[in-house]
């Protein structure tokens, strides 16, 4: 405890030096928490109230010109990372749903026809939602992209990545919980300024959280699409739903689940044979990544039981050495926030991510950052008794990271004594980096908002489980 303690302090920020040594000695000296676990963080930040951004702030602002396409944004568009989807919205008509698109050292340009939609929300009516795949793209390529053809057109670009391979080197940013508060801005700020640079964002669920206001007012849903536009416009997030993508909202006649994130966010999720697009899997250089949904079935013959049932079996280490999963709803949390509402999931399917050596699987919806160690909790049988997590080799790390930022703020409430399974926690917003190097190597770091962009406030270097399956615990 006291060693993890001073080497984090020795990368913490100066100005809450002085409280942080003056914390950690006392705890080294005296003991007086419990502490069956890892560490606890005592970092002391300054206690703000987290407040949304007003509607009339810069990163809210509507683009000029007439029809001029808003909310940027791409994802991944096919399996193995040579297609992209390409969205965005105009308001005044439907304008052209076409993208041009031409590579950087490429004189021909080529154009890819998209679809536009609509809905309405209780009395909200949606502008003109556009969405155009483009497909067989070069791998590592960088390709300029113009939308809003005929009317006022907006050029951006992105990388494609490199072709999928078991050692090729790509780093993934981590988001979750973003929301649209001056937080909220200071984490994407603190993504983009790392200077380790994020390639695509794992991003793992409630994006805008319009539906904290009154009639779930879809005005918010804009106002993040545009203020993420900035990072997502030229470099693909990998969405996972989260409970404030449901909207369920029957008060005001809004009964179908997931309306707004459904029409906005577009997944290539029939590319890996899902039948919904809350779940899917798509490859990206030498990382397999599965998107499941804490918030649609997975109960035994659910379709995303079955899917994840044929899935887990098709991924090839030999080819994608890095299996990854994104979900909202964290299994192993021990904040006094959302806890154990990961537990039936878990149930069910944490067998499965120990026998197929899953290496990390990152989650959000509790506000703070955790970190465990590598256990497993699948010996269980309703007579047996035997219901501890215990220390597990072949099982993922699993990494809380819902600290976007939301309007809801911080989750500061945790359970007493720090479980054994957990290896770091800390109640602070930020974002994190996971940098896969080779195979066998991968290093993961959190970066608090509080800290310069360069500060690694708990790292990991992880080592693959399945071709380097030795102890990569930080506290053994
Ligand atoms: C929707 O209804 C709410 C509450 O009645 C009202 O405040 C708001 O102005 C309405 N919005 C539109 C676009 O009509
Ligand atoms: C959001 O962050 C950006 C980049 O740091 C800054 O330019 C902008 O003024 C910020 N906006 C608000 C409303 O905080
Ligand atoms: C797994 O991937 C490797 C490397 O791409 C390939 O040689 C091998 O045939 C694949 N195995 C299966 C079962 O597809
Ligand atoms: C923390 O959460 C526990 C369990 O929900 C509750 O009993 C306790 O009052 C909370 N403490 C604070 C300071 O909110
Ligand atoms: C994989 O990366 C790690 C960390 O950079 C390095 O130590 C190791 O030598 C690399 N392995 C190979 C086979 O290059
Ligand atoms: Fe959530």
């Not at 001073?6 to 809450?16: G, H, K, M, T």
């Not at 993420?228 to 809004?254: C, K, L, M």
């Not at 154990?340 to 990390?360: A, H, I, L, N, S």
């Not at 990494?399 to 399974?421: C, H, K, R, S, V």
Request: aromatic share 16%.
């Amino acid at each position: 405890m006291g060693l993890l303690g001073l080497s984090s302090f020795s990368r913490a920020s100066s100005s809450s030096m002085v409280a942080y040594v003056i914390l950690v000695l006392g705890l080294v000296l005296n003991g007086a928490l419990p502490c069956n676990g890892g560490q606890t963080s005592l970092f002391v930040r300054k206690v703000e109230k987290t407040i949304d951004m007003p509607l009339d702030s810069d990163v809210f602002r509507v683009p000029p010109g007439y029809n001029a396409p808003q909310q940027v944004h791409i994802t991944q568009g096919d399996h193995v990372g040579k297609g992209v989807i390409v969205s965005w919205v105009t308001v005044d008509e439907p304008g052209s749903s076409k993208v041009l698109y031409w590579s950087e050292n490429g004189k021909q340009k080529k154009q890819a026809e998209g679809k536009f939609t609509t809905y309405r929300f209780f009395n909200y009516t949606s502008g003109y939602i556009h969405h155009c795949t483009i497909r067989n793209l070069e791998f590592n390529t960088k390709y300029y992209y113009v939308v809003g053809i005929g009317h006022t057109e907006r050029t951006f670009w992105f990388l494609t990545p490199p072709e999928v391979g078991p050692d090729v080197p790509y780093t993934f940013g981590l988001i979750g919980d973003l929301g649209q508060s001056f937080d909220s801005n200071r984490t994407l700020t603190h993504y983009e300024l790392n200077p380790q640079k994020g390639q695509a964002v794992l991003f793992v669920g409630d994006l805008s959280y319009a539906d904290n206001y009154p009639n779930h007012d879809n005005v918010r849903w804009d106002t993040w699409g545009r203020f993420v536009e900035r990072s997502v416009a030229y470099q693909p997030w990998i969405w996972t739903a989260g409970n404030h993508e449901i909207d369920f909202a029957p008060e005001i006649g809004e009964t179908k689940p997931f309306k707004p994130y459904s029409k906005r966010y577009h997944v290539p999720y029939k590319a890996s044979g899902s039948t919904a697009p809350f779940w899917y899997s798509i490859k990206r250089a030498s990382a397999y990544i599965i998107v499941l949904s804490s918030y649609s079935a997975y109960g035994k013959y659910t379709p995303q039981y079955k899917w994840l049932e044929d899935e887990l079996p098709k991924v090839n280490r030999s080819e994608t050495p890095w299996l990854i999963v994104l979900m909202h709803s964290p299994w192993y949390n021990s904040y006094n926030y959302h806890y154990m509402e990961g537990e039936t999931m878990r149930v069910m399917y944490e067998p499965w991510f120990v026998q197929y050596k899953v290496d990390v699987v990152f989650a959000g919806h509790v506000h703070a950052y955790e970190r465990s160690e590598r256990v497993s909790n699948v010996a269980y049988n309703i007579v047996n008794g035997k219901c501890i997590p215990v220390k597990d080799q072949s099982a993922p790390v699993y990494i809380t990271i819902g600290d976007g930022g939301n309007l809801e703020g911080l989750a500061t409430n945790m359970t007493e004594p720090q479980p054994a399974y957990s290896a770091y926690r800390e109640a602070s917003f930020g974002h994190a980096i996971f940098d896969i190097k080779n195979r066998t190597h991968a290093y993961y770091s959190w970066h608090r908002n509080q800290d310069g962009y360069a500060v690694e406030a708990d790292t990991m270097w992880f080592f693959n489980r399945h071709w380097h399956q030795l102890d990569d615990s930080t506290s053994s």
